[in-house]
């Protein structure tokens, strides 16, 4: 069975896989969505025995049915390989009840390796099938982990370039170290004097400027995205909560068929939305927690059906998740309204003229999936501390967001289902957040000291990640207002 891709805001012309994971975004504005989500065509039970490689592969063979097998499998291997600290490449711990879904095993120690490992293979596979000849330059806005992830798959990847712009003010100092210091002859990294939302809606700009796009292509460019609302990022999202389940299954925890929850600590929506596209193959999944930071402008959507993102803007201790706008929301929005591309575009043309929008009562009526909620500094911080006190386990500020949000959620619904947390950064990443929940008086340490202190509390190696950069030089130093973009890559592309 083909499936296709269309944008969420017009209906027009359908794309094949390959060629939706070139274009990125849609012309329209519009996001990639598939034109029937494919069935997860297998026994459960035959998850329980299968690798992550080999999930991956049935996952991803459903959804990108115009890559070959072999194809799709070089790609698998060439992604999630020893770059993983571990051969389970996800692990699923449990901890006070709760299953921790370990997604940080990867070159930059969080989530978005998951995805980002692999992109770079899909997309060269996409250019050579569909006999791109010009260079394909990534252009991705950052709140701090993309960019650096990005990065790191496509440094070196002949026939690419990539240019990260990240908010200069807005992200960790872990974070702003991994990306300057970012090695290959074709990465460029730029901070912002802005914050996130401005560097990402710099992006689509420079996405949807046809002149600028015209100029590239007779210089031999073209752009791309590596950021998460590209299809090819958000399949192999899909890929984990699949594994997680058969995981459960092996470990004996849940039976065949038996539904689990999932909490995700969300920004951009993308990693929720493969949650529930996962849902949508055939996946027992239940409920879908949303944890948000004091940005918590999801929250509000789920409680009141409006999107509103008027309003100040918090840098929180989840630097990933301060965000007001998530780009992925979009693909559910046109979810709940019956895949009607009308309406996701009159509602998304609100919010770019009004900053908000409200869904109708029918839409809020298919949310009911969903559970939204909120963790406070404070809350977040307690439940670091707690889970270190009572498991001796030590969780990254994001995780502590869906672990406070799920504790919420159970004291409220009294819903006894298993569980699995999406955990999305190893605490080395935060560590002076993370330290500084647990005891105040880490406080004067070093950065170094505290990495060394962490090791020792949590009884975890310090990763290679953490390592390298203590040594490594600065190589990318420019900063630009938001408005500078444009011009600033056509510097670097010399155009
Ligand atoms: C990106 C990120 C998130 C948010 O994920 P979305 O897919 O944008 O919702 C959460 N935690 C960490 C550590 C991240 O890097």
New binding site residues.
């Given amino acids: 069975m083909q499936v296709l891709y269309k944008s969420t805001r017009g209906t027009k012309r359908a794309y094949t896989a390959s060629e939706a994971i070139l274009k990125g975004l849609s012309e329209d504005g519009g996001l990639f969505v598939p034109d029937k989500i494919p069935a997860l065509d297998i026994p459960l039970s035959r998850l329980a025995e299968m690798s992550y490689q080999e999930t991956a592969y049935e996952v991803m063979s459903r959804f990108l049915t115009d890559f070959t097998e072999e194809e799709l499998k070089n790609c698998i291997a060439n992604a999630y390989d020893d770059k993983f600290d571990t051969e389970k490449i996800a692990p699923l711990v449990e901890k006070n009840g709760a299953f921790y879904l370990e997604l940080?095993h990867g070159a930059t120690i969080?989530?978005?390796d998951m995805a980002l490992s692999i992109l770079p293979h899909l997309m060269t596979t996409a250019a050579r099938k569909n006999r791109v000849k010009n260079e394909i330059v990534i252009l991705t806005a950052t709140?701090?982990?993309?960019g650096k992830a990005a990065m790191a798959g496509f440094a070196d990847v002949p026939g690419t370039r990539i240019i990260v712009f990240y908010p200069k003010n807005g992200v960790s100092p872990v974070q702003e170290k991994q990306m300057i210091t970012q090695k290959g002859k074709n990465t460029y990294v730029v901070g912002i004097t802005g914050n996130f939302d401005d560097a990402q809606s710099g992006v689509k700009k420079i996405f949807n400027d046809r002149e600028l796009a015209e100029q590239l292509d007779k210089a031999g460019f073209q752009f791309s995205s590596a950021n998460?609302i590209n299809i090819g990022r958000l399949v192999p999202?899909v890929v984990y909560y699949v594994y997680a389940y058969g995981q459960l299954l092996a470990q004996g925890r849940i039976r065949e068929g038996e539904q689990i929850n999932v909490v995700?600590?969300?920004?951009?929506?993308?990693?929720?939305?493969?949650a529930y596209y996962a849902k949508l193959m055939g996946l027992p999944l239940g409920k879908f927690i949303c944890a948000s930071n004091e940005n918590k402008v999801l929250y509000d959507f789920f409680s009141t059906g409006c999107y509103d993102r008027n309003r100040k803007f918090l840098l929180t201790t989840?630097p990933?998740?301060d965000?007001l706008i998530?780009s992925?929301l979009e693909r559910l929005i046109y979810r709940i309204a019956g895949n009607d591309p009308e309406k996701t575009r009159e509602l998304m043309h609100g919010l770019s003229e009004t900053g908000k929008y409200q869904i109708t009562e029918d839409m809020q009526k298919n949310l009911q999936e969903f559970y939204g909620n909120y963790a406070t500094e404070e809350e977040t911080a307690a439940a670091i501390s707690e889970l270190y006190k009572t498991a001796g386990y030590v969780m990254?500020t994001?995780?502590a967001v869906a672990a406070a949000v799920y504790a919420k959620y159970k004291a409220e619904t009294k819903d006894s289902a298993k569980t699995v947390i999406?955990s999305?950064?190893s605490p080395f990443?935060f560590t002076r957040s993370v330290m500084h929940a647990i005891d105040k008086t880490y406080d004067t340490m070093s950065d170094f000291e505290l990495a060394e202190e962490l090791s020792r509390i949590a009884a975890v190696q310090i990763p290679a990640a953490i390592e390298e950069i203590r040594t490594a030089p600065v190589l990318h130093d420019r900063v630009i207002s938001a408005e500078e973009m444009p011009e600033t890559v056509k510097e670097i592309l010399g155009v």
Avoid: C, E, R
């Fill in positions: 940080f969080a989530f978005k709140s701090g982990d993309t998460s999202q995700v600590p969300t920004g951009n929506f993308g990693n929720i939305l493969a989840s990933s998740m965000i998530s992925n990254d994001h995780t999406a999305t950064a990443k």
